[in-house]
Antibody, heavy 120, light 110 residues
Framework: QLQLRESGPGLVKSSETLSLTCSVSGGPLATAAFYWGWLRQAPGRGLEWIGNIFYSGTAYYNPSLKSRVTISVDTSKDQFSLRLTSVTAADAAVYYC????????????WGQGAQVTVSS | QSALTQPPSASGSLGQSVTISCTGTSSDIGRYDYVAWYQHHRGKAPQLVIYHVNKRPSGVPDRFSGSKSGNTASLTVSGLQAEDEADYYCSASAATNDVLFGGGTKLTVL
C-alpha cells in the first residue's frame, strides 16, 4: 500500500523560506509511470497545484509560483521536497504531497497534509 | 479566482442524484480528456473519484460518474448517501504538465 507523508516546520516567518519533505513508502519513487507533486489549500480557498517532479529530477511548476518554487528529489531516501521562498500570509495553507500519473492530471495517492502557518 | 469554474454549493436529498458542473475553456477541458474529480472531507486527504473524464478508480462506488461536453465537465452522484457530503474539486490539464483546479463545490446531503 503506497503511503506518502509530509513533514517540516508548521510555522514559517514572513519573507523566509518554507521547506517541506514528502516521504514515500510502500512503493518505489523511482518509477517512470508517475510524477510526484505538491499541492496546497489555503483557508477558504480551493486546491492549487504547486508543481511536480519526475524521479530523474525534471520538474514542472505552476506559472504563478514558478519564480519562488523549487521541487527536488532524493531517490536514495524515497523523498521529494518543496522549497517556497519569500513567503507571505497568502502562502499559509495545508500542503499536500501526492503521486501523479505521468500522462495526465490524476493524483491517485495523497499524503494527509501539513498545516503551514506564516507569522509576521 | 480559480481557473475552472464550479458552483460553490450543491445539495440533494438522500437517495437522489446531484450533478456538479466544471467549466473551463477550449484550451483545457475542451481540448483534453484529462479531467479528474476529487472528493475532500475536511481534515482528510482528497480522494480521486473520477479520472479521464468518466473512469472510476478501484474502490469508488459506481454511484459516481463523470462526463464532458465541450468545455464543461460534470460529476454526477446518484443514490446520495450521507457520507457523500464533502467538497468536490474538478481538475484538468491546460498543457502537457500544467494542472488546473476548480474552486470546489460543497455538496450537502439533505
Amino acid at each position: 500500500q503506497l503511503q506518502l507523508r509530509e513533514s517540516g516546520p508548521g510555522l514559517v516567518k514572513s519573507s523566509e523560506t518554507l521547506s517541506l519533505t514528502c516521504s514515500v513508502s510502500g512503493g518505489p519513487l523511482a518509477t517512470a509511470a508517475f510524477y510526484w507533486g505538491w499541492l496546497r489549500q489555503a483557508p477558504g480557498r480551493g486546491l492549487e497545484w504547486i508543481g511536480n517532479i519526475f524521479y530523474s529530477g525534471t520538474a514542472y511548476y505552476n506559472p504563478s509560483l514558478k519564480s519562488r518554487v523549487t521541487i527536488s528529489v532524493d531517490t536514495s531516501k524515497d523523498q521529494f521536497s518543496l522549497r517556497l521562498t519569500s513567503v507571505t500570509a497568502a502562502d499559509a495553507a495545508v500542503y499536500y504531497c501526492a503521486r501523479r500519473d505521468y500522462w495526465d492530471v490524476t493524483f491517485d495517492h495523497w499524503g494527509q497534509g501539513a498545516q503551514v502557518t506564516v507569522s509576521s | 479566482q480559480s481557473a475552472l469554474t464550479q458552483p460553490p454549493s450543491a445539495s440533494g436529498s438522500l437517495g437522489q442524484s446531484v450533478t456538479i458542473s466544471c467549466t473551463g475553456t477550449s484550451s483545457d477541458i475542451g481540448r483534453y480528456d484529462y479531467v479528474a474529480w476529487y472528493q475532500h472531507h475536511r481534515g482528510k486527504a482528497p480522494q480521486l473519484v473520477i479520472y479521464h473524464v468518466n473512469k472510476r478508480p478501484s474502490g469508488v462506488p459506481d454511484r459516481f460518474s463523470g462526463s464532458k461536453s465541450g468545455n464543461t465537465a460534470s460529476l454526477t452522484v446518484s443514490g446520495l448517501q450521507a457520507e457523500d457530503e464533502a467538497d468536490y474539486y474538478c481538475s484538468a490539464s491546460a498543457a502537457t504538465n500544467d494542472v488546473l483546479f476548480g474552486g470546489g463545490t460543497k455538496l450537502t446531503v439533505l
